[in-house]
């Protein structure tokens, strides 16, 4: 159904008051939005947390959420109160809000009121503040407010409480298992145990013992009995970490006890029920595995059944300032360590390779080397200094303004003139994808003859 379908009914015909009534019967944080965006009434728990509203009827959600001057959606945003209106149905999407205490993500979840006729009258919204990650800086958990770090949480807050299988695929060092306990910590299994298998480096005749447990004297040297990682996962989650790095021999043991939920000790003839919450995570491209047949298919489609991109440091600049602070906090907790201003342009211009986990090893040098409070440019590690563009200056008046074209096209030649690796990592440096790097690189070919 198209807006225009759903009309607002006159004003008089809302009572505020009754639905303040209703909006406090609501377990969560509630206002009640009119068609045009205008909070029409809110509840005790709203207030408590985000304050009395000073204009009721006049204020619209939008100025109070994110101080913006049109609907979120003319912001570049989702906005979940234009999607039910066009629905008529409930939506629900992730934003980051200005609250009392700063900016915080929410999950936001509209629901539309009808009339006895089916229009919609007026809106209920509710405001869960996310406990997944934090937008502030923070002594442990996730951190972050950039676009990609946004997606990737309303993600996790989705698939959070059910039982579905995730798959978290990304470079390494983004923070794979951060987000495997952040997940397994919003389940309801949250009581139990995350049982985390490092799958890199599993032989054959340790695969069974170490999933499976082994009886006492099943084999030379088991002297007695040892309960498997999989057992010990039971009612919570079983982390397997680089998945992808699973013999081809070996997965297919993976797949017979994701099938039957159940196993044998070795040396047992008991079958064992299995009761876990499947967590997987890979560096490498499964898909791609597939298609080379280094990965079973009827596997991946097992542990693929939720995908989650954890994202490049690249791919979120937006959260370096706050990603240093709450690292310098786990590195030198009894420590207030700042980072001067000009070191934090230096890492700003830097591409990370090795992502999170480069930049928290870069701060733990830089800690040791700082003998006071401030973490200067030159604490940094000296190999920092040549792999750094210098910061773009505005063209002056003598110089000419070049098209993007032109811009990215000597841009490219001076990054071929020092880039010694592969293709496909200059590819991930640039955000681009290896057919689009191979494709420019063309061009210029073309453009020198």
């Given at each position: 159904m198209t ?9 008089p ?7 303040a009534e209703?909006?406090?019967c609501?377990d ?9 965006y205008r ?9 408590a947390i985000y304050?009395d509203?000073?204009r ?14 049109v ?7 989702s906005?979940?109160l234009?999607a039910?209106?066009?629905s ?7 934003h980051?809000?200005h609250t ?5 993500h ?8 009808h009339?006895?006729q089916?229009e919609?009258?007026?809106?209920i919204?509710?405001?869960r503040?996310?406990k997944v990650a934090?937008?502030?800086p ?5 951190v972050?407010?950039?676009?990609a770090?946004?997606?990737?949480l309303?993600?996790i ?5 059910r039982?579905?299988a995730v798959?978290?695929q990304g470079e ?7 987000v ?6 919003a389940?309801p299994?949250?009581?139990?145990a995350?049982?985390?298998v490092?799958c890199?480096g599993?032989?054959?005749t ?5 999933l499976?447990?082994h009886?006492k004297?099943?084999f ?7 309960i ?16 992808g790095?699973i013999?081809?021999n ?11 939920r159940t ?5 047992s003839?008991?079958?064992v ?7 997987c995570?890979s ?5 791609e595995m597939v ?8 596997l ?5 059944a939720?995908p989650?991109?954890?994202p490049a440091?690249?791919e979120c600049?937006?959260d ?5 602070e709450s ?5 030198e ?9 000009e070191a934090?342009?230096?890492l700003?211009?830097y591409?990370f390779p ?5 930049l928290?090893?870069i701060?733990e ?7 006071d ?5 030159r604490?940094?590690p000296?190999?920092l ?8 200056s505005?063209p002056t008046?003598?110089?000419?303004i070049l098209p993007l074209e032109?811009?990215e096209r000597?841009?490219?030649?001076r990054?071929l003139?020092t880039?010694?690796?592969?293709k ?6 640039l ?11 063309q ?5 020198s003859?």
């Open positions: 807006q225009n379908h759903y009309r607002m009914k006159a004003q015909h809302i009572n505020t008051a009754e639905i209703l909006l406090d609501v969560a944080p509630a206002i009640a939005l009119s068609i045009d909070v029409l009434a809110s509840n005790s728990r709203y207030r304050g509203l000073t009721p009827g006049h204020s619209r959600c939008y100025e109070i959420s994110h101080r913006y001057n609907p979120c959606d003319q912001a570049g945003e906005c979940p234009k039910s209106l066009e008529g149905q409930t939506q629900r999407v992730l980051l809000h009392p205490r700063g900016r915080e929410v999950d936001v979840e509209t629901r539309p009121v009339d006895k089916g919609i009258i007026y809106f919204e509710m405001l503040q996310s934090s937008s502030r923070a002594k442990e958990g996730l972050g407010v950039s676009a770090f946004t997606r990737m309303e993600l807050e989705r698939v959070a409480p039982e579905t798959l978290l390494s060092g983004t923070g794979k298992e951060l495997a306990r952040a997940i397994h910590e389940s299994r949250a009581k139990a995350i049982i985390q490092e890199s599993l032989t054959e340790l695969f069974e013992s170490e499976f447990g009886e004297g099943a030379t040297g088991a002297l007695t009995k040892k498997g990682l999989v057992e010990a996962a039971q009612g919570g989650t079983l982390f397997l970490d680089e998945v790095d013999p081809l070996l997965q297919v043991k993976l797949l017979r006890l994701l099938e039957t196993f044998r000790r070795v040396g003839t008991e079958t029920q299995a009761d876990f919450r499947l967590v995570a560096h490498r491209d499964l898909r298609a080379a047949g280094a990965f079973r298919e009827d991946f489609y097992r542990i693929n939720f989650i991109h954890a440091l690249r600049t937006a370096l300032p706050l990603l240093v690292l310098l906090r786990r590195v907790p009894a420590r207030s360590l700042k980072l001067h201003r934090l342009a230096i700003e211009r591409s090795g992502n999170i986990r480069e928290r090893n701060l040098f830089a800690s040791v080397m700082a003998d409070g401030t973490i200067l440019p604490h940094l000296h190999y200094m040549g792999k750094v563009e210098p910061p773009l505005p008046e003598s110089e000419a032109e811009v000597q841009y490219l030649q990054v003139a880039f010694s690796g592969e496909k990592q200059l590819a991930q440096l955000g681009v994808s290896e057919r689009t790097l191979y494709r420019k690189l061009g210029l070919r073309e453009e003859r």
